[in-house]
């Protein structure tokens, strides 16, 4: 994997100033693949402290402008230097480039490309808030000017994982970025396992790993923020009561994508608590939508009864908690379909358990059934909704 990644670098229609590869403390035949490359790399060689230090270590003995990090498992477009730094070059205001990726897996000797990666229609205009609620920009598919790190510090060294997610939020915070349209890597699928050296895990457990180290610095900058950095554009124009509603129904919104459930329920309750009997607008209600759309966040949502009761008491408690309901409970639905085509009737079953408590048994059949309709007769108009 690292010869392929380290090829695909060289053969770059841009060439880069230098490469720099960090060997965290590697106890197997790494070394012996960079002597192979002799002086097209510089290598430099660590006891092992985790990735956060090895990119600390590397960016301190960079020397040139800009910074492309990429991870040793993936491979680069022959394209990816030459647009990234390019989109550089050509806006000086712009403190990083950053475009979309593709997925790859090699299965029997076959390597599969799969499209590209999930991309919010609104990123350039709203990219801080997109990023919040979910990192969809890889450090292999952005270039950062050297310059940057010195304004928001270092890698965080505490983190084991997510230290890439933490570092271009703080980037994001301050600094704006400008969009390449293309693909600019292919991450590798695969189910070796891994993490740090104390911290190993199987490739199953990633997205649950994830979300514990997300957990980390989500704290901390949830903390950090002002209200009025998370206000979304629709609301900017508004009156102070409305703008802060909306600003907490998208911390609650990223708390929930992140399954930071109590948080996203107090958020929730202080939203309704400025206009309890006024209805969420469409625009509120699309952000409210979005909070159970990550699969991996919800389990730890539904699989706590005491926790969704509280949930269920909240969305009927207020006129404004009943205008929500829907919005809120309805990524479970399509959760629902992608259970049962996985075969997965555990998951299906707690789903359905937490939508018939979010909305009632009445909507939910009713919901069901349009759906089941829909798939049995292909293009039949959609029933009007009440």
């Given at each position: 994997?690292?010869?392929?990644?380290?090829?695909?670098?060289?053969?770059q229609?841009?060439?880069?100033?230098?490469?720099?590869v960090?060997d965290?403390?590697?106890?197997?035949?790494?070394?012996?693949?960079l002597?192979?490359?002799?002086a097209?790399?510089?290598?430099?060689?660590?006891?092992?402290?985790?990735?956060?230090?090895?990119?600390?270590?590397?960016?301190?003995?960079?020397?040139?402008?800009?910074?492309?990090?990429?991870?040793?498992?993936d491979?680069?477009?022959?394209?990816a230097?030459?647009?990234?730094?390019?989109?550089?070059d050509?806006?000086?205001?712009?403190?990083?480039s950053?475009?979309?990726?593709?997925?790859?897996?090699?299965v029997?000797?076959?390597?599969?490309?799969?499209?590209?990666?999930?991309?919010?229609d609104?990123?350039?205009?709203?990219f801080?808030?997109?990023?919040?609620e979910?990192?969809?920009v890889?450090?292999?598919?952005?270039?950062?000017r050297?310059?940057v790190?010195?304004?928001?510090?270092?890698f965080?060294?505490?983190?084991?994982?997510?230290?890439?997610?933490?570092?271009?939020?703080r980037?994001?915070?301050?600094?704006?970025?400008?969009?390449?349209?293309m693909?600019?890597f292919?991450?590798?699928?695969?189910?070796g396992?891994?993490g740090?050296?104390g911290?190993?895990?199987?490739?199953?457990?990633?997205?649950?790993?994830?979300?514990?180290?997300?957990?980390?610095?989500?704290?901390?900058?949830?903390?950090?923020?002002?209200?009025?950095?998370?206000?979304?554009?629709?609301a900017?124009?508004?009156?102070?009561?409305?703008r802060?509603?909306?600003?907490?129904?998208?911390?609650?919104?990223?708390?929930?994508?992140?399954?930071?459930?109590?948080?996203c329920l107090?958020?929730?309750e202080?939203?309704?608590?400025?206009a309890?009997?006024?209805?969420?607008?469409?625009?509120?209600?699309?952000?409210?939508?979005?909070?159970?759309?990550e699969?991996?966040?919800?389990?730890?949502?539904?699989?706590?009864s005491a926790?969704?009761?509280?949930?269920?008491?909240?969305l009927?408690?207020?006129?404004?908690?009943?205008?929500?309901a829907?919005?809120?409970?309805?990524p479970?639905?399509?959760?629902i379909?992608?259970?049962?085509?996985?075969?997965?009737?555990?998951?299906?079953?707690?789903?359905?358990r937490?939508?018939?408590?979010?909305?009632?048994a009445?909507?939910?059949?009713?919901?069901g059934?349009?759906l089941a309709?829909?798939?049995?007769?292909?293009?039949?108009p959609r029933?009007?909704?009440?």
């Amino acid at each position: 994997m690292l010869r392929e990644c380290l090829d695909s670098l060289l053969a770059q229609t841009r060439q880069l100033d230098q490469i720099i590869v960090v060997d965290d403390g590697s106890t197997d035949d790494t070394q012996e693949t960079l002597h192979a490359y002799g002086a097209k790399l510089k290598v430099l060689r660590q006891e092992n402290a985790g990735k956060a230090a090895a990119l600390n270590n590397a960016i301190a003995h960079n020397d040139s402008d800009y910074v492309w990090i990429c991870d040793d498992d993936d491979i680069a477009e022959i394209d990816a230097c030459a647009a990234l730094a390019g989109a550089l070059d050509a806006k000086a205001e712009a403190s990083f480039s950053y475009g979309r990726f593709r997925r790859f897996r090699d299965v029997q000797g076959i390597r599969e490309v799969l499209p590209m990666s999930y991309w919010p229609d609104r990123h350039e205009e709203t990219f801080f808030l997109e990023l919040l609620e979910r990192c969809f920009v890889c450090q292999f598919s952005s270039m950062v000017r050297r310059v940057v790190y010195s304004d928001v510090g270092p890698f965080d060294e505490a983190l084991l994982r997510s230290e890439d997610y933490d570092m271009i939020l703080r980037i994001a915070r301050r600094h704006h970025g400008t969009y390449v349209d293309m693909s600019l890597f292919l991450q590798r699928i695969h189910a070796g396992t891994r993490g740090a050296r104390g911290d190993r895990f199987s490739a199953n457990q990633s997205a649950t790993k994830w979300l514990a180290y997300d957990r980390v610095f989500l704290d901390r900058m949830r903390r950090e923020l002002a209200l009025g950095e998370l206000t979304p554009p629709f609301a900017r124009s508004m009156s102070t009561d409305q703008r802060q509603r909306a600003a907490l129904l998208q911390r609650a919104c990223i708390a929930g994508r992140h399954a930071m459930w109590e948080e996203c329920l107090a958020d929730l309750e202080e939203a309704s608590a400025l206009a309890p009997t006024v209805q969420a607008s469409t625009d509120e209600q699309a952000i409210v939508k979005r909070t159970l759309s990550e699969p991996d966040a919800v389990p730890a949502l539904i699989e706590n009864s005491a926790l969704v009761r509280q949930f269920q008491a909240f969305l009927t408690r207020s006129e404004f908690g009943r205008s929500i309901a829907d919005a809120f409970a309805d990524p479970l639905f399509w959760q629902i379909q992608a259970c049962i085509t996985a075969l997965q009737p555990a998951a299906c079953w707690s789903r359905l358990r937490s939508l018939v408590a979010f909305v009632g048994a009445p909507r939910v059949i009713r919901h069901g059934s349009i759906l089941a309709l829909r798939r049995l007769v292909p293009g039949r108009p959609r029933p009007k909704q009440r």
